[in-house]
């Protein structure tokens, strides 16, 4: 069970460095009418300013863009290859094309590549995404709302270690996932940071990862099941190495966190990894509904905000 979260979060560190520093993208199999999906997430793309290369044969140009034939006739580096899957489309000749290109990520919107085609781009150590948004990873990690407007800003006074939650309460890697589920009951937790004896973040433990190696009636008998849960330690379930945020971070700062990362709640830490707090998307949502009362009519005029 570590090593698959293990796996994910370092998938996810991956993703975040690639999106973060996105350039070149070739896009494969763009349709070229408006109301394909393609169409409009690649003029969405064009809008955030990457460069959009499109591989549409016999096509001189879409959205303004300038049309190839091939991967192959594209001047320069490609960063990734983008594939909405068509009838007819060889994918394996395009994933050979991307490799050539020294494409470091192969994308696959809303589908899946044949093992044909997985097995080329792991020996070639490409990348590869399947059934993922490209534009809404991107927007994701870029912090761009839906629609483009400009979100609501954060005071960029204000800290972390003013919002955040003093001395969470905490796991050990060696307590049971049954005496974690009981804290979390107890006090209506949803994370829970787990720390070695020094109090030094190691992991989380969040509802996430409960529901993972919580016990299902359809897997086996639910007597058996128990035990088996009963049985398990935070070790074994928890995700370790997670994101966390330094005390004197801005608020902004940690929401870009939590947004690129799709966390529900960073461990706060000062120094060499001392966990001091934790910060909630609770915490945000208390933080916007304050700052819309200051910025409401009333509170202006000195007013209450509510009658």
């Not at 996810?12 to 070229?32: D, F, M, S, Y």
């Not at 085609?117 to 490209?134: G, P």
């Not at 001091?276 to 209450?304: C, H, N, R």
Request: negative net charge; aromatic residues 8%; hydrophobic residues 40%.
């Amino acid at each position: 069970m570590v090593d698959i979260e293990t796996s994910r979060y370092l998938l996810k560190r991956q993703r975040k460095g690639i999106l973060e520093n996105l350039g070149r993208v070739a896009v494969v199999g763009l349709r070229t009418e408006p109301i394909f999906k393609s169409y409009g997430a690649t003029q969405k793309l064009i809008q955030y300013g990457v460069t959009i290369l499109p591989v549409i044969p016999e096509c001189d140009s879409v959205l303004g863009v300038p049309c190839y034939d091939r991967l192959g006739d594209i001047p320069g580096a490609v960063d990734i290859v983008q594939v909405y899957r068509q009838p007819g489309l060889d994918l394996l000749a395009v994933a050979q094309d991307a490799i050539e290109k020294g494409s470091k990520v192969f994308w696959i919107e809303d589908n899946e590549a044949p093992e044909p085609v997985r097995k080329l781009l792991t020996e070639a150590q490409v990348y590869l995404v399947e059934y993922e948004n490209l534009e809404q990873e991107y927007r994701k990690h870029h912090f761009m709302p839906p629609g483009g407007a400009a979100p609501q800003k954060l005071d960029p006074a204000v800290r972390v270690n003013e919002r955040m939650t003093r001395q969470p309460v905490t796991v050990k890697a060696n307590d049971s996932v049954q005496d974690a589920l009981t804290k979390m009951r107890k006090g209506h937790f949803r994370h829970l940071p787990v720390v070695n004896d020094t109090e030094q973040l190691v992991g989380m433990f969040s509802d996430r990862d409960l529901r993972l190696v919580y016990p299902s009636s359809l897997c086996a008998p639910v007597e058996n099941a128990m035990d088996q849960f009963k049985a398990l330690t935070v070790e074994q379930a928890a995700v370790f190495s997670p994101v966390s945020v330094l005390h004197d971070a801005t608020l902004e700062e940690a929401a870009e966190l939590m947004l690129r990362w799709n966390v529900g709640a960073l461990p706060v830490i000062v120094g060499d990894s001392h966990l001091v707090g934790i910060i909630t998307y609770s915490d945000f949502l208390k933080e916007f509904l304050a700052m819309g009362k200051q910025d409401s009519p009333w509170a202006q005029a000195g007013q209450p905000s509510c009658l």
